[in-house]
């Protein structure tokens, strides 16, 4: 596979944000393991929201591409950064369905954790809140050195990220830096 170029995301790309998001999360396809469709109704995210993700000072969204046969870039992956003093929260993290399980998810989770010690170097912890339902997703996690906490939290439904099907709590995971 052709190498990632990553950058961090403008405006001019919220069309393909919110369709790369909204599709590997909420859109039923057989080969994303991301996907919550069954477990959350609704948009992950609309374009207002991610509109004014992308100008906060303290998010910082990055995104993969890769060469398209079309010799321009794709994006085909998104992550975000959420400094809070000596942490990060590590988020809107998707894969392009077409490109799960090619180790791309890895690349992309090395270099927002790598990145976020470039901005800022003095952090202790990196986190992460996952469905807890998501049995799957929290064994990648803790392959990748995160740990389960005892902090669970109510599904955000003031946050407008779709209405859960079933009883959610977000499950906190950590993995620590120094």
């Known amino acids: 596979m052709q190498p990632l ?16 998001i909204n599709q590997a999360y909420r859109e039923d396809t057989a080969r994303s393991w991301t996907n919550e ?18 100008v ?21 992956a998104c992550i975000g950064l959420t400094f ?3 942490e990060v929260e590590i988020g809107t993290f998707c894969v392009d369905p077409i490109f799960q399980n090619t180790g ?24 992460m809140f996952v ?7 929290l064994a990648y996690y803790q392959r990748r050195g995160y740990r389960l906490t005892e902090q669970k939290i109510s599904y955000p439904l003031e946050a407008n990220v ?12 950590l993995k620590n830096i120094k």
């Open 5 to 20: 170029k990553f950058r961090k995301a403008e405006l001019n790309d919220v069309e393909q944000l919110l369709y790369l």
């Open 37 to 54: 469709a069954k477990l959350v109704s609704g948009s992950r995210i609309d374009e207002q929201q991610l509109q004014q993700a992308l």
């Open 56 to 76: 906060d000072q303290n998010f910082h969204l990055y995104v993969a591409e890769i060469d398209n046969d079309l010799s321009t870039l794709s994006i085909v």
């Open 84 to 86: 809070n003093h000596n």
């Open 104 to 127: 791309i998810g890895k690349t992309v989770l090395s270099f927002a954790e790598a990145q976020a010690l470039l901005i800022q170097p003095n952090l202790d912890v990196y986190v």
């Open 131 to 137: 469905l807890d339902i998501r049995t799957e997703l």
């Open 162 to 173: 779709g209405q859960p099907l079933k009883q959610i709590e977000l499950q906190q995971m």
